[in-house]
């Protein structure tokens, strides 16, 4: 399988401070990423689509200008948590897909603290 | 809604087959299914998809309906590694708007 990478895999923030994840396919050029967040018990929440070089594609009652998505380069999708609360705090998922295949593969996941 | 149905959670023996069932009545002619599995504090882990045709792969087969409103992720036999949470997903959209909603998932717990 193809290998997705996410960074940092652990963050702790301050209240009002934004944070960074980055999302990088590492042995193959992913026009699309996806970002998710997951609570604790429960299935992961599609976030958002990004695909080079164009605007992300927000899910419905997700603000995209509290979650940035920046999808840069063809291996390249970073994540930006704006002005970050407590309850922002959670597990922030990406991952990638090539053109030509149908399958995503996901990165290891970020767990996000804010306090 | 695309979502896929799943019961909560299952059991099964170490050594034993597991049918893990999926409902996605809903499903359309293009959209694909999707099979994952997550471990506590991970992402999720591919294991197969298909569209139409029976599939097999290292990991597991994937048994489609007839009429695609279902579908049933088989493990071979179980191994305790086998625990996790397993995704049935409703791969939905074209290409460039391709994108792959998650349901609630079964709990797959292995007896040893």
């Known amino acids: 399988g193809a290998v997705v990478s996410q960074h940092p895999s652990r963050v702790i923030c301050k209240s009002g401070t934004s944070v960074k994840i980055e999302c990088r396919s590492l042995?193959?050029?992913?026009?699309?990423m996806f970002w998710y967040r997951q609570f604790p018990k429960k299935s992961l929440m599609l976030m958002a689509t990004s695909n080079e070089g164009s605007k992300a594609t927000y899910e419905q009652g997700v603000e995209k200008d509290k979650f940035l998505i920046n999808h840069a380069s063809l291996t390249l999708s970073t994540l930006t948590v704006t002005s970050a609360h407590p309850e922002d705090s959670s597990f922030y998922i990406c991952s990638a897909r090539r053109p030509e295949r149908i399958e995503a593969f996901f990165g290891q996941g970020t767990r996000l603290t804010v306090v | 809604d695309a979502k896929t149905t799943q019961p909560n959670s299952m059991e099964s023996n170490e050594e034993e087959p597991v049918h893990l069932p999926c409902n996605h009545s809903?499903?359309?002619?293009?959209?694909?299914i999707h099979w994952y599995r997550q471990l506590p504090s991970q992402g999720p882990e591919y294991v197969i998809h298909?569209?139409?045709s029976n599939v097999n792969n290292r990991m597991a087969s994937l048994a489609i309906a007839e009429d695609r409103k279902s579908s049933t992720l088989i493990l071979h036999r179980a191994t305790l590694r086998d625990a996790a949470v397993y995704y049935c997903?409703?791969?939905?959209?074209?290409?460039?708007?391709?994108?792959?909603?998650f349901g609630t998932g079964t709990r797959l717990k292995v007896l040893a």
């Open positions: 298909g569209l139409t």
């Open positions: 042995d193959f050029q992913a026009t699309t």
């Open positions: 997903i409703r791969g939905k959209g074209t290409s460039g708007t391709y994108k792959y909603i």
């Open positions: 809903t499903i359309s002619g293009t959209d694909y």
